[in-house]
């Protein structure tokens, strides 16, 4: 069949000119095909020299490169065994009394990756349903997060899972159950979380002592705040009325205090106030205040000076108890009631105030793999303490690989000698990066790191933004 | 750089079972010697840098991740990384939706040691190919470039694609048709227009 044979010259031709051949080869090796089978092979041609430029090749290429050794490094030796789950409860639980009455210690001390985790696991979940109290629940979560800080010493890759509050966020690291996570703009679930808020991390340890989550789930959205906005009304007369409010923040970008106020006047009358406050730039604090013998106040103060002098709106009703009720109402609250609760950010991390500032002399340090605070602080001559302090660091164990340190510069490095020497490590410097992006071979110098880190900080910022 | 990887079965199955013993230079070698073409691959069915970047890290992440796993790819590294980057375009675009074309002046032809008039012509005939090639269905775009463009075999292309390989026969047939027959109608529009 005519039609058959051309399908088959055609597609020896495909791959004759995948081989290296020309057109005019395969047309040779099929004359009687040739008429028909130029223009297909023609067009087919084009496609193949379809490309698009090397450059943005490259530059894919180098960007992506991070992420995929990440994902290499972070490679784990072996996943856990499936545990059962309740298919073999009467196993588990005869299991749980062989573990628990004898060896079970043995596989206490494992970590996730080793062969006998699976057990500690299974013992616990085991244990769980004899105790579900808070505690021992908690008890559980707290050794998860200690295998995490063991695995993370130990530079060993496994995937982890743990839960834990968030307690700070510095750029896209997280320190959360005072385990610093590696976040990347597009992990899921970072979205609505901030400080305060209870979270599980699902994610790996690598062997450069990183932890990096795949996923951060909300748990628990972050408790609200304590009655901050306290306002303290003093009225001339005697009745010092202290009203406590209540605030219930939404989650939008503007959040609206609806504060709850009650206000106990010593002359008895009880004063219920009712104040919403927008602590926009310029909150006003509307308060509806009414005393046991009906009266209704509003107050519409603004934010900075003391409040607007009008509580007096139905108060002249009937202020049956208090012959000076007027008089009292009218006096101007003392202080501002002043709305201090910062609108719970959405991600900025509003928390880290401190800000290290480089000492003269010092230098900017990043962080090794197996570096120590205080190894590093030794090495260069000063107390851990004053390493935290210019650093702004709360906990000595708390650095990461990659994190930017300003520290004296090493003792025992030799001093960089005259100016000379200097422009000369530059020149090699140079020299590198074009070495690098010159040849072939993506290369594997300082330069293409450094580029590395650089397109990291950069999507940093773009997630920022978001 | 390269952009084809010509079948070298012996080193590609040598490299992947290093690989999934979890040689992280074998890892990151196989990144040395796929991103070019999966990328191309890629960058061909979809008009945008940045989504053909995005997709192109998801497949080699899918692949360190399938490497550690009982999926991992057993043999033809090449056909996998392909047919994971094809699925990740369906996944994004939709099986059916055509990619639209529109930045025609990113491409370049492969070679550049011709004269800059004939580079010129082959850059408005790249032009014109491009335009075609993203008029196709998206299952002709994907055989021709597979076929022609990576010099894949019909084997390895019907594993990618899912079909047998007198379904691929046929079908690099028609698509390679089809593609003459617009680039006819693109030259008549050309020399109107």
Sequence with gaps: MADRDLLNAFNDCIDRLGAGQSIEDCLRAYPQFAAALRPMLEAGALVQRMRTTPTEIQVAQERVRARYQQAVRANPRRYRPVLPRFANLAAALLLFFVIAGSGGALSQSSLPGDALYGVKRLTEQVGAIFDPSPAYLKDLEQRRVDEVSSLLELGRPADIVFQGEVTRVDGDVWVIAMLPVQTSADTPGQEGLSIGARVEVEGYTTSTNTLIARRITLLEAPPLPPATPTNTMTMTLSPTVTSSATATPTATASPTLTPTASATATNTATLTSTASATPTNTPTLTLTASATPTATLTATPSPTVTPTSSLTPTATATASRTPTMTRTLTATPSRTPTITRTPRPTLSPTATTCVPTQPSGWVRYRVQAGDTLSGLAANRGITLQQAMSVNCLTDARLIFVGQDLFLPPAVNTPPPGDGNDNSAVGDDNGNDNQGGSGSSGPGDGSGNDNNDDDNGNDDNGGGDDD | ?193
């Design chain 2, 1 to 193: 750089m390269i952009i084809i990887v010509l079948p070298d079965i012996p080193a590609e199955d040598r490299l992947l079972a290093q690989a999934r013993k979890g040689s992280q230079d074998a890892m990151m070698e196989i990144y040395e010697n796929y991103f070019p073409p999966i990328y191309n691959f890629i960058r061909l069915r979809v008009n945008d840098p940045a989504q053909a970047e995005d997709i192109a890290s998801d497949v080699f992440v899918k692949l360190v991740s399938a490497l550690r796993g009982r999926n991992a790819p057993q043999h033809s590294l090449r056909g996998w990384l392909f047919r994971v980057a094809r699925n990740e375009i369906h996944d994004h675009y939709g099986k059916d939706k055509q990619v639209t074309v529109e930045a025609l002046e990113e491409w370049i032809p492969a070679s550049g040691d011709d004269e800059p008039e004939v580079q010129f012509i082959r850059n408005m005939n790249m032009e014109r190919a491009r335009r075609a090639l993203g008029m196709l269905a998206p299952d002709q775009q994907e055989v021709l470039i597979l076929r022609f463009g990576q010099s894949l075999n019909l084997q390895e292309t019907a594993d990618i694609m899912g079909r047998n390989i007198n379904a691929i026969k046929a079908l690099q047939f028609r698509a390679v048709n089809t593609l003459r027959q617009i680039l006819g109608e693109v030259r008549a529009e050309t020399q109107h227009g």
